[in-house]
C-alpha cells in the first residue's frame, strides 16, 4: 500500500541500493581522477534538485574539497522547452583558477547546463567538469554532454531524490516514475 506521500508515483525507477552504489562509484572516479591535483576541488550544487545527491557524493570524494551553491530559474514549466536560464543564487567563492564540478540532477534539453557553463567560464577556472545523477539524451536539444553519469534513463518523467513535481516530491530517497495520480 502507497504512503500518502508516495501517491503520485507509478513505479520505482532506481532504487535506494542502485543509487547507493552508483554514487560510490562516481565518488571513487572522481577520487581518481582529481587526486594528482594540488588544489582543492570546488563542487558546486545546483539548487535545489541536485541537493541530495550532492550530499552523497562528496561523502565517496576523498580528495579536499570546498562546496558552494548555486540557484537558476527556466522559464517554461516542467514539460514545455525552456527559453531563458537566469541566476537566483550567486556562488559565494571565488572560482578562478580552481579546479571546479558541478553537480546537476538531470540533464535533459541541456539548456540549463550549458548555460551555467557559459557563465561559469568566464570566471576563468582552472576546469570545469559536469556530474549529473540522470541524463536523458533523447530529449536533448542543445549539444551537453556530462562528465560524469550516473543513469541514462529513457524520456520519462521522474521524481525523488531531490527531483521534483511542483516542488514536491523531493524527499523520496529513490528515484521513481511519476503515475497519473497527484
Ligand atoms: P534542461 O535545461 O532541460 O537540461 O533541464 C534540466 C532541469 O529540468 C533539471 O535540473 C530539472 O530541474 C528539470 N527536469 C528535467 N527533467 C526532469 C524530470 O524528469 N523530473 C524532474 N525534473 C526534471
Ligand atoms: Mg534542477
Redesign the pocket.
Known sequence: MKKDWEKGIAKILISEDQIKKRVKELGEQITREYKSRNEELVVIC?LK?SILFMSDLIREIKIPLVIDFMGTS?YGN?FQA?TEVKITKELDEQISGKDVLIV??????????TKIKEILSTREPKSIKICSLLD?PSRREVKMKGDYIGFEIEDV???GYG???KQEYRNIPYVAVMGKDF
Open positions: 545546483l534538485g527556466s516542467e525552456i546537476e540532477d538531470i540533464i535533459d534539453t541541456g539548456r540549463t547546463l536523458k518523467f521522474v521524481l527531483l521534483d513535481f
